[in-house]
């Protein structure tokens, strides 16, 4: 016995590790490999056939949906990547400051509060000040809900980095905010980025609050998907759906990218 | 650390914005729960009254608030549907915790194992169902699961059944969905605290005589509690207001709370019914609520 | 276990002793409970002195405790450590030393069970303990970094060893007070590791390992995080606590002045090979080779050509310092050149005018002084070019007694202060 028997894989590690990444993804591939099937039926296959993706394409009501999703997304990411980022600054530069608790209290529960609260609450505040629910109410809401998400991520980063970097900063003769720019803000930004795309893919994702927030002729992708689902299944959701996969994917795969690359300029360690 | 006090008033600042924003969009909307669940249902728009209307000035005001009252709490505490659903739901999410612990933490443990080049894309490959919406996750699980599924398909022809079953609108199926969508929520944060663990702390253990299960019970295991605490909590306080999995997966009789309160606002559009329930869950909530805060301070400043 | 011999009288936490041939008395000492008692431990059971011989009071016994013959270990491409031999005697401090890379804490996991010889045997007592786990095995290690259990106390930490190995709770509590007051931590019992400062931690370490009564205790590289003065005192602290137990300890360094200090003996390593073996003086006085009068010291280095050789003292004739007369057991032949080294303290160093009564003498010119305090070192230019440097004792607080740069000096050195090399 020696030291790499102590810390490699035994037997029991590689069977759980094996049946665990199965069980996570047999579902997904199946999804995506029926998206191709031609025939309707999900237990018949009925041959390679990309009929279903065309079909999307004649679905009005989706592409405007799908449209609307993303239109949603970037715009409550990019809120909630600058006021988390803030915030994440705030918590882990600020010290220790009046209503620190009920700031990072507010900040940490929309990660585990049920969706079905936040949706109901915002809600109700979007009826009692009268605001037209749209486009802009589902945005605030999709806002809230992910700018926790980029604070976690960001401050985590905050406080690995080396402090020292900033003080030669200002040893240097810049401010406290200019060290700030000029120095901590190029090193955290793939952090920052990376905020960026989970908060993108929350808000894609989301079918509750946005459920809840959304106004008259304003469907967001997930509700009109929720609606097909509920009458069975389809295999143009399967479509739509290996669409969805596909994208978060690609977005995940960029955004590692992006930090192996800052990583190897002898940037940022990984935030994902 | 003495420079560290020229960031703080700056960084201070950074904090308004975003208080302001959260105080605005998360604070002030449980005021509305709070008084709408204090209301009655009403014919009008918005469905319920009183209405604070500032146009009838003080007087108004004090009249509205007399017509507030407790009865929505009242009925909630009454009527067996809304006691037995807040039961379904804690006790689905604690037994969803528990069997997300027991599959998790075997599966976290095997990547710490892994040298660091296949850590990282163990954590890619688990991230990737994490991002990917709980929607599409549960719907490839009906494809699966329904009657001409999958499933039976590959039972039938390892004749391990004769005829198709039944999955679909049954718990096993909702648990199936409740762990298959939680999971990552509760791998990451136990990968993240194993991964952390000093591998010299497993040498001196074998060092001063403990065999290699031995090292794991009485090293490992106690040093990994907090992210056990971490994952468990993650997913025990959402799953306890769940309402896209049992709506899709089980079956149509006791309905967890998250259902009920979809159905209160917007099938029978009983607004202040709905309200209080948030209201009721929140107060269910709010142990694990704050147990998690300290959790997660103590993660993010423990540095 | 009555002996003819006068009983003589031990007191209990002095010398560890082989107890008995009977496991089930030995193994729990071991952290073997006896019914995980195998082949291999049988083995060892064989090798084990008999209770009736004391163990020697003295390291230099006839049986060496550890023996490794001829191990190697490979790292992919590349041996870290390449067909190594040493014996190890009871009781003994030894050191390892060497610089980074050299194979010294290879060869030391190597003795704890965390890694495998490829090749050779290592034999505890004369049996084989490569088979035997690191959680087997009568030996135990100080960790560099300490490796304290985060979640347990101090008392927790120490007795952690001995709860494995099935002590009872009464007896845990006495050897934990026991190795508390050896490392003089009492008191301290509750605290949590991270409670503690880094020289507290070390000693919670140190007793940790011990108090197992380990046949050999390992220390990899224990005191690279203290300071100086704390490092100083700390070694004093382990030669003590060494000779009180009489335990064998192997301690992994690459600070010379470490090991100088501690050991008994100093094995030097370079590239995975045992470059020489010998006390810390013979290392010092006599190195075997270039490498190793570099590496432990300071060194000046002459090329010399045989002119004559005469009972025992050569004469030599050197490009840099003329003609100097040296002893020597090897009988070069007269043409051969050989390398000479001097240490620095040993030339000495006057004004120009002073006679000497030592047989060499050179003259020089001094480019550059290094005061440390209690010493100062003194870079001399000799007319043929060569720099030789020369370390003297500040031997006077002021006044006339300081060379200065520039100033002509004298240095002389006595036939047997240099070291002929052979290689």
Known sequence: MSARALTRLSPFNMVSLALGFAFLYVPLV???????????????????????????????????????????????????????TMAAVALSRGGGFRGRTLFSGMLNAPLVMPEVITGLSLLLLFIAVEVGR???????????????????????????????????????????????????LPMIMPAVAAGWMLAFTLSLDDLVIASFTTGPGASTLPIRIYSEVRLGVKPQINAICTLMVAFVALIIVIASLVSKLSSARGGSAAPL | MGASRNFEAPARIAAIAPYLWMVLFFLVPFYFILKISLSQTAIAQPPYEPQFDLSQGLEGLKAAAAQLSVENFRLLVIDDLYVFSYLRSVVVAAVSTLILVVLGYPVAYGMSRLSRGWQALAMLAVIVPFWTSFLIRIYAWINILQRDGLLNDVLMALRIISAPLVWLSTDTAMYIGIVY???????????????????????????????????????????????????????????????????????????????????????????????AIAVVLLIVLLLPLLVYDRLQRKQLEAR | MASAAPAVERPPNRRYQWPTHDPEEWAPVFGIMPKQIDKADERMVQALPSAETPAPEKPGSEQPLLRIASVTKRFGGMVAVNNLSLEIRAGEFFALLGPSGCGKSTLLRMLAGFETP????????????????????????????????????????????????????????????????????EGLERRRPDQLSGGQRQRVALARALALRPRMLLLDEPLAALDRKLRESTQAELLEVQRKLGTTFIIVTHDQDEAMTVADRIGVMDKGSLVQVATPRELYESPNSRWVATFVGDINFIEGLVVSQKVGLLTLRTEEAGTIIVTSSINPVAGMTVPLAIRPEKIRISSETASSDLANALRGEIVDINYLGDVSVYQVKLPSGALVKVKAANLVRSGSGFFALGQRVSLSFSPDACIVLDR
């Not at chain 1, 799908?66 to 990547?81: I, Q």
């Not at chain 2, 295991?221 to 994952?231: F, I, M, R, Y």
Request: hydrophobic residues 50%.
């Open chain 1, 30 to 84: 199946i999804l995506i490999v029926f998206s191709f099937n031609a025939s309707r039926l999900v237990t018949v296959w009925g041959g390679w056939s990309t009929r279903w993706y065309a079909e999307l394409l004649n679905d009005a009501a989706m592409i405007e949906a799908a449209w609307m999703s993303l239109r949603v997304g970037v715009t409550s990411a990019t809120f909630a990547t600058v006021l988390g």
């Open chain 3, 118 to 185: 490829d090749e050779g045997s290592i034999m505890l007592d004369g049996a084989d303990i490569a088979p035997i786990p690191p959680h087997r095995r009568p030996i135990n290690m100080m960790f560099q970094n300490y490796a304290l259990f985060p979640h347990l106390s101090v008392a927790g930490n120490i007795a952690f060893g001995l709860k494995r190995a099935g002590m009872s709770r009464a007896d845990i509590a006495r050897r934990v007070a026991e190795m508390l007051a050896l490392v003089q931590l």
């Open chain 1, 134 to 184: 749209g486009f802009w109410t589902v945005t605030a809401a999709h806002t809230t809900l992910t700018m926790c998400f980029v604070t976690v991520i960001v401050q985590s980063r905050l406080n690995d980095l080396d402090r020292s970097l900033e003080e030669a900063a200002m040893d240097l003769g810049c401010s406290p905010a200019r060290a700030f720019f000029a120095v901590t």
């Open chain 2, 181 to 275: 969508s939680y999971l990552p929520f509760m791998v990451l944060p136990l990968f993240a605290t194993l991964s952390k663990l000093d591998a010299s702390l497993l040498e001196a253990a074998a060092d001063l005589g403990c065999s290699r299960r031995q090292a794991f019970w009485l090293v490992t295991w106690p040093l990994s509690l907090p992210g056990v605490g971490a994952g468990a909590l993650l997913c025990f306080i959402p799953i306890t207001g769940e309402f896209v999995i049992p709506d899709l997966l089980a079956g149509s009789g006791q309905m967890m709370i998250g259902q009920t309160l979809w159905g209160e606002f917007f099938t029978n559009r009983d607004w202040p019914v709905a309200s």
